[in-house]
């Protein structure tokens, strides 16, 4: 299983990846839309952990450029915000199968990596 981390803080990112390593997937951290999508376009990804809340760059133009490049593909957004609270981001992205608070444990965040990943990387 491929994953994609695009976040801010680079040491978020290292926990997650961590986290996510230990169950044997390829992890990538990347920290701007640029540098995802460049990523996006060279390896792909079965998983992408997206914060919505990118300094450099829109989240929603790395899961639209995901959706039309990698279609199977499956983006989990985090944010700090309340603002997609209310289960929005999901009319948005049609590729989005979480919204989750950028506090998520990292165990829980591995485990729904692991649970969207799993039928993707069957299908290698």
């Given at each position: 299983m491929r994953v994609l981390i695009v976040e801010n803080n680079p040491d978020?990112?290292?926990?997650?990846?961590?986290h996510i390593l230990r169950q044997?997937?390829?992890v990538s951290v990347e920290r701007c839309e640029e540098d995802a999508i460049g990523h996006l376009a060279q390896n792909g990804a079965d998983v992408i952990i997206l914060n919505l809340d990118l300094e450099r760059g829109s989240a929603l133009a790395v899961a639209d450029y995901a959706a039309y490049r990698h279609p199977e593909a499956r983006v989990i957004f985090v944010t700090s915000s309340s603002f997609f609270?209310?289960?929005s981001i999901f009319a948005h992205a049609?590729?989005?199968c979480a919204c989750l608070h950028a506090q998520t444990a990292p165990e829980d965040m591995a485990a729904l990596v692991e649970y969207h990943g799993r039928g993707a990387s069957a299908a290698e």
């Open positions: 978020l990112g290292k926990v997650w990846a961590a044997g997937a390829e609270s209310d289960g049609a590729n989005a």
